[in-house]
């Protein structure tokens, strides 16, 4: 006859529940999109791996996700570091190969004055984070993604990878690589049951955003840009752009006649720096 009582799980039920868990890798946790990301991502059925460089922000952030049910890992490492890099994300598939990849750190860099360059070690900082970092990423965690027979990768591109801005011309060239190879990475992927999803925000609510020079029209909060993004993954859409007037303006830039971009460009005042 049954009391009515369950007993506890034996220890073969607990580990079968930890390895049903999704995992989800984020970098540049401790930025606006990052930490919004991650708790939309925080619910007790995930194991949120959170990247970050500000540790007491990083700390916080996962005591947040951990509320919320998630099971938290952090990291530091230098992710310019290539080694470093390899040996993190190799040890943390062995015990867990990602399910979904957020390759979300970046930085950004604009020129001091008018008519000047943008200065030459920022320019190589910022490629080696918002560009190599995510393609040396891809290439030590496919493999056991392909293995596995499934995964996501997430690219984090911008709006201003459709028409360079003379406000921040790396910037802008980071993105539309990071763009090119997202793309190109989905259809050689597909195959293998990995998606691929480039994200392409417009301006986000954040400490970089108020850094950058120029307008910043349709402007969304960390929240809403996050539950956008996390909407696309879910649906494995090749493409996620948003807000929409932005996005179809900026698009037009890729499209029309280069004179006439660079006029508009000019037009709507993404041509100042800022600089004296």
């Known amino acids: 006859m049954s009391t009515g009582r369950s007993s506890p799980p034996s220890a073969t039920e607990v580990s079968a529940r930890a390895v049903q868990q999704r995992c989800v ?7 606006a999109i990052g930490g919004a990301l991650a708790k939309v991502y925080a619910t007790p059925d995930t194991h949120l791996v959170l990247h970050g460089r500000q540790q007491q922000t990083l700390e916080a952030l996962a005591a947040e996700c951990r509320m919320a049910g998630a099971k938290v890992t952090l990291s530091s490492v230098s992710l310019t570091d290539d080694t470093a890099l390899k040996a993190w994300l190799t040890a943390l598939s062995v015990d867990q190969v990602p399910d979904i990849v957020i390759a979300n750190a970046g930085k950004n860099t604009h020129p001091t004055h008018e008519g000047g360059l943008e200065p030459w070690d920022d320019v190589q900082a910022l490629l080696d984070i918002n560009l190599k970092t995510p393609i040396a990423m891809a290439q030590h965690l496919v493999p056991a993604m392909q293995a596995r027979g499934s995964g996501q990768l997430v690219f984090i591109s911008s709006l201003a990878g459709w028409h360079g801005l003379p406000t921040t011309p790396s910037y802008s060239a980071s993105k539309a690589g990071i763009k090119a190879y997202g793309e190109g990475l989905r259809g050689l992927l597909a195959p293998h049951g990995i998606g691929v999803t480039v994200v392409m925000p417009g301006y986000v609510t954040s400490p970089m955003s108020e850094a950058m ?3 910043k029209p349709w402007e969304w909060s960390p929240q809403r840009a996050a539950n956008k993004i996390a909407r696309g993954i879910s649906a494995n859409r090749a493409r ?5 007037p932005l996005n179809f303006g900026t698009w037009w830039l ?3 006649p280069a004179g006439i971009s660079q006029w508009l460009v000019k037009r709507f005042g993404f041509h100042h720096t800022g600089g004296s």
């Open 254 to 256: 890729a499209v029309l």
């Open 25 to 31: 890798l984020i970098t540049g946790a401790t930025g």
């Open 240 to 244: 996620v752009s948003f807000p929409f």
């Open 213 to 215: 020079p120029g307008p």
